[in-house]
């Protein structure tokens, strides 16, 4: 999706490390409560430290959800993300991203008209009612509309077991919601949670929007119980069971933490599978000394080792693939918009139309009543 964001002025691109430490600091005990800074664990540590609130993306929709202070609200992260926080907080609160690059490659993996023709092409073949969309977190927030206006709910990589068990498994008036889900933007995490739930592989089908019904014959969509989007992460998709292995060569008393957007054939071989909170959770609860090998995106994993200097933490992947996106917010970002807000100006305001907005709090409403 194309996003413009403008040049900064020189001064912020010539400024010393020091010199856009002290501009955010100042600019931000001048804006003082009325701004809220939230920080995504995969951010920068520069940018981190001025985060009034840390969270995974689940856990920071909560906060943007829980807050009715704050005026401006600056997020760190990506831009899902901060769409999710202006859906989730009231008219007078106005939502920020430093960097409008700052977008998630995966979730540009699913577009609302591509979701809109796989769901007429489904229409041709199963009853609509019985299919329930659910959309990961990383999506847009037309995405989340659409699933709010059609019955369904967002998840996250934390909660996206509750989200499946409520769609397929719960009984409501002696029969369960759905006969099947259509889950995107991210495969795997769609696959892990219906392994993890005792679907077998045969009812998980890949959905490819490249080719007409998904690439599927109509027989079976209509034995399938989850019908997974083609999309992925390029970060977390790169680490490999033979990175576990030859972890655990070394490791052999040591533990694996990995995040759900890994592939089924990596995420077998975890001691923990997560979230980015439950990956912290876990290397918190571990015994000093543990050796722990990380799949997930290298800042949060250089963080935890930073630390946490009692514990041996590695990067899974040795050629470490940082998330190119969440790396645009920066120093230089971050200064820019703290100080334009000082000065009575609000670039980059993230805001999603009433329209969609209505119908996007829909979904992220049921998935947070799921919980
Ligand atoms: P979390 O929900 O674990 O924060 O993950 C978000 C994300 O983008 C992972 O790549
Ligand atoms: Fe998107 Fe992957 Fe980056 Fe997460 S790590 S924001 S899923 S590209």
Redesign the pocket.
Known sequence: MLRIQRTLPDRYQTASKQALLDMVAAAKASLGERCMILGHH?QHDDVMAFADARGDSFGLSKIAASNSSAEFIVFCG?HFMAESADILTSDRQHVFLPDLNAG????DMADIDAVEEAWAALGDHVELSRVMPITYM?SSAALKAFVGRHGGAVCTSSNARAVLTWALLDPVDGRTRADRVLFFPDQHLGRNTGFELGFSEGQMLLWNPRFELGGLDPAGVASSKVLLWKGH????QRFRPEHIEAFRSEHPEGIVLVHP?CAHETVVLADVVGSTDAIIKAVEAAAPGTAIGIAT?VHLVNRLANEHPDLHIECLDPLVCP?A??ARIDLPHLAWILESLEAGEEPNRIVVDADTAVWAKVALERMLAII
Do not use: R
Request: with cysteine; hydrophobic share 30%; net charge negative.
């Open positions: 995969y990506v998630c490659s995966m979730a990383n992460c390029s970060v977390h957007e995106e998330c996106t969440m």
